[in-house]
């Protein structure tokens, strides 16, 4: 079976950090695109950040140059370290997978985590 789990999420004061991990597993042999999107309450989900499988990053305007997205591919992970946090950067962090291919040369499209809990408050 074909999971990602997402880790790393907690409280932190305005300005604090905070790295995401999103953790592929289940015989995984490659991933493409991997992506992380949030969604605050009431809002909608919103892609953060993007990296494909050959190292190009996408940040939505309102991250960029407080957030890093990278990869271990090596450990099918993916990472989202964030910097210099915003009470508005509170929300639920999701990543998604484009696509997975596992060792047996399935292919799983669109997996998504379950999501880890991010508050910025004073």
């Known amino acids: 079976q074909v999971q990602l789990a997402e880790s790393g999420g907690g409280s932190v004061q305005p300005g604090g950090s905070l790295r995401l991990s999103c953790a592929a597993s289940g015989s995984i042999i490659s991933q493409n695109v991997m992506r992380w999107y949030r969604q605050a309450p009431g809002k909608q989900r919103e892609l953060v950040a993007h990296i494909t499988s050959g190292g190009s990053m996408y940040y939505v305007d309102s991250v960029k140059g407080r957030f890093t997205i990278s990869r271990d591919n090596a450990k099918n992970t993916v990472y989202l370290q964030m910097n210099s946090l915003k009470p508005e950067d509170t929300a639920v962090y999701y990543c998604?997978?484009?696509?997975?291919?596992?060792?047996?040369?399935?292919?799983?499209?669109?997996?998504w985590g379950q999501g880890t809990l991010v508050t910025v408050s004073s």
């Open positions: 998604k997978a484009d696509e997975l291919r596992d060792i047996g040369g399935r292919r799983y499209f669109d997996v």
